[in-house]
């Protein structure tokens, strides 16, 4: 028994508490895992809402719906939900649910502060949307709030700061909590290098947050005394700088790139060997490519400055920088690749949007490498090009990831299985109508269409209307997956102790569904690469 | 096993809650750093300065001597209740002569206010050209609450300034230097 915080009470002594002082008070990774997820799915739908203003404002020329200033607005707090509200807490939730599981832990390591690190949550989101009434409206800056669009606007920029701050507070404790876990709680016979890749990818991941997040905080925290203490960290009349912003802002935002996508490729990892019935290639090499891109995003983060009169130096190196990125990942995708080849594959649901991570997420790695250049990125700088990069990787990279691993995970999480026919059309119908609104948007990048405006020229129109319509298709779609997860949980058919075939890793050899007080006593396990289970011995649940 | 565990997971929080903070702390070094990276490798020096300019010839003072557009500008800091205005927007001047135009600062507030303008060139290369014999950019000013004064800023246009610069916009921003209202 090696949880903290739950001194003075063996596990057994307590059942599962009920009503709302179960969710208040949570200590269990479990119940604070699904709040996780629940909360970053609420945040998915309302930054959902909010691309789908976006769109229909920009169904066609002229303006329709909003006027400028709160489309800015939305544009900016649509980034904002999207990727402290939605993706990172997702992760965080996904870590929380299976890191003990995976690692035959008891808990997770701080369980009072989980509990915390959770309930900061929906205050910091609450300052968020509510920002959007006060006078003057939310944030308009852009999700990066860019100084001096930052320090002048009016009180919900205030909003935002604190909002932030309070999400990277959470997220940092979140961190800890994962690092000490992975560290300190393994079962015997869990070494380090035959750990699950979601493991290894939650470990650094928890490293990089811990290491940026004060950054961003930093620097916002600046933007705050500039508006209302007088400094002039980013004010040139005072003698300040204002692309020193964004310097300071991309420390913290390139690394942000990859803390919302190692997870994804952590949960590919696992996903691509069950349904190939296959181990993963090159295990030893994922780890390393997965430690050597959190290292090398702390080199590249002025590629997204090349329009800001650096030196030609800094931009080679910076460009250059940037391409080396492309080789771990590289890496990756020829590892899954490998893994498939030759594989009694078979295409169930989480199957299916791990494939499709794998094509769109190399699709938008593509678009990527192409905006690294330092000459094209001048012409491509916030054009819809970049939207579109950003998209094939955060939404197909990010997202696409993680319905893979609700569905994969969902019988362990609920003892239920979900609708496969409906599971996979909500793959084939995301699938399509994401393509149909992004990928037209690298033509209109490539046309000079520039991004964060609410009117534009008529040679656009078309692929705009072609995008929104996939937008309005793709968000309805979603809809698919509340239904699914709603009706399976009440009414699914019972999952059976290992539903998938070729899944190896710990949590499949416990109970289905996992017992509410998993590991209260750790396991011996004999284990291969990936977190593969050869054998276990004792291991008791509650 | 659980007392030593514990022991672990303490230190290791601690470990982890420091690199937060110093890496918070890292974000506010990040700004001198800069600077002094900057400066120590020279990379940023996207102006160099150029050879002293020969002397003019007669001839050439022919090619130049063509007026220069000159166009006035002035923001305030936000927050400072001044009201800062050019008399005149704009106007042509000669090379190599005087010229005077006038400021005209009001403080619209009824307390005390100690501004200081910094003056800006467009194009950054015609700074070094445009001598300044009067301005009132030189030092702090203070007003009284409601008080309104003109200012003569007198310069000239260097003779030496590259054809090519047909336009020059001089702005100004005005910001308040804070503790200073009753100097």
């Not at chain 1, 509990?115 to 300052?127: C, G, M």
């Amino acid at each position: 028994m090696a949880i903290s915080t739950t001194a003075g009470h063996a596990p057994h002594e307590h059942g599962k508490p009920t009503g709302l002082w179960r969710w208040l008070a949570a200590t269990n990774h479990k119940d604070i895992g699904s709040m996780y997820l629940w909360f970053s799915f609420t945040m998915f739908l309302s930054g959902g809402v909010m691309a789908l203003c976006i769109r229909a404002e920009l169904f066609q020329p002229g303006l329709q719906f909003f006027q400028p200033e709160l489309f800015n607005q939305l544009t900016t707090l649509h980034g904002l939900v999207m990727v402290f509200g939605a993706i990172m807490p997702a992760f965080t939730g996904l870590a929380n649910w299976l890191l003990p599981l995976m690692i035959g832990a008891p808990d997770m390591a701080f369980a009072r502060m989980n509990n915390w690190s959770f309930w900061l949550l929906p205050p910091a989101a609450l300052l968020l949307l509510i920002s959007f009434f006060v006078p003057g409206g939310a944030a308009a800056a852009g999700w990066t709030l860019y100084a001096p669009l930052a320090t002048q606007m009016g009180m919900g920029m205030d909003l935002t700061i604190f909002a932030i701050h309070i999400l990277g507070v959470s997220s940092i404790m979140g961190s800890i909590n994962i690092i000490v876990t992975i560290l300190n709680l393994r079962a015997p016979g869990m070494t380090m290098m035959k750990m699950p890749m979601f493991a290894w990818a939650s470990l650094i991941t928890a490293y990089l947050i811990i290491a940026v997040m004060p950054v961003l905080a930093g620097v916002v925290t600046m933007v705050l005394t500039d508006r209302h203490f007088g400094t002039h960290f980013f004010n040139a009349a005072g003698g300040g700088d204002p692309v020193m912003y964004q310097h300071i802002f991309w420390f913290f935002g390139h690394p942000e790139v990859y803390i919302m996508a190692l997870p994804a490729f952590g949960i590919v990892s696992h996903i691509i060997p069950t349904f190939s019935r296959k181990p993963l290639f090159g295990y030893t090499s994922m780890v390393y490519a997965t430690s050597s891109i959190a290292v090398l995003s702390f080199m590249v983060w002025a590629h997204h400055m090349f329009t800001t009169g650096m030196p030609a130096t800094a931009q080679l190196f910076f460009m250059y920088a940037t391409m080396l990125i492309a080789v771990p990942t590289g890496v990756k995708v020829f590892n899954w690749i490998g893994t498939m080849w030759q594989g009694a594959m078979s295409f169930e649901t989480p199957m299916l949007f791990a494939v499709g991570f794998v094509c769109l997420f190399t699709v938008g790695g593509l678009s990527g490498v192409t905006l690294s250049v330092a000459a094209v990125d001048i012409q491509l700088q916030d054009t819809y090009y970049v939207v579109a990069h950003f998209h094939y990787v955060l939404v197909a990279g990010a997202l696409f990831s993680l319905f893979a691993a609700i569905y994969y995970w969902f019988p362990k999480m609920t003892g239920k299985m979900y609708s496969e026919p409906l599971g996979k059309f909500h793959f084939w119908w995301s699938m399509i109508w994401f393509n149909v609104t992004f990928f037209p948007m690298h033509f209109l990048g490539l046309a000079g269409m520039p991004r964060r405006i609410p009117d534009y020229a008529l040679q656009f129109t078309d692929f705009n209307r072609i995008a929104s319509i996939g937008a309005f298709c793709f968000g309805l779609g979603q809809l698919i997956f509340l239904y699914n997860m709603l009706r399976s949980i009440r009414h699914g058919q019972a999952a059976p102790h290992k539903p998938w075939e070729g899944a190896e890793t710990l949590e499949w050899q416990i109970p289905t569904p996992a017992p509410y007080h998993s590991f209260v006593e750790a396991p011996h396990v004999e284990a291969g690469d990936n977190g593969v289970i050869h054998s276990m011995t004792g291991g008791a649940h509650h | 096993m659980a007392e030593s565990s514990r022991a672990d997971n303490r230190v290791l929080l601690l470990k982890l809650g420091v690199i937060a903070c110093v890496m918070f702390a890292f974000a506010w070094a990040l700004i001198p750093l800069y600077r002094v990276i900057c400066e120590v490798t020279g990379i940023n020096q996207l102006v160099k300065a150029d050879a002293p300019a020969p002397a003019v010839a007669a001839s050439d003072l022919a090619v130049t001597a063509a007026p220069v557009r000159l166009r006035f500008d002035a923001t305030v800091q936000a927050g400072l209740p001044w009201q800062v205005r050019p008399l005149v927007g704009q106007m042509a001047a000669p090379r190599g002569e005087f010229v005077r135009v006038d400021y005209e600062i009001t403080n619209a507030s009824n307390r005390e206010v100690t501004g200081q303008a910094v003056p800006r060139y467009l194009p950054a290369a015609a700074g070094n050209y445009v001598k300044k014999l009067e301005c009132f950019c030189f030092r702090q000013q203070v007003f009284k609450p409601g008080e309104t004064r003109r200012f003569p800023v007198v310069f000239v246009i260097d003779r030496a300034m590259p054809a090519d610069i047909g336009e020059i916009t001089l702005a100004y921003s005005v910001f308040d230097v804070p503790g200073q209202g009753a100097s």
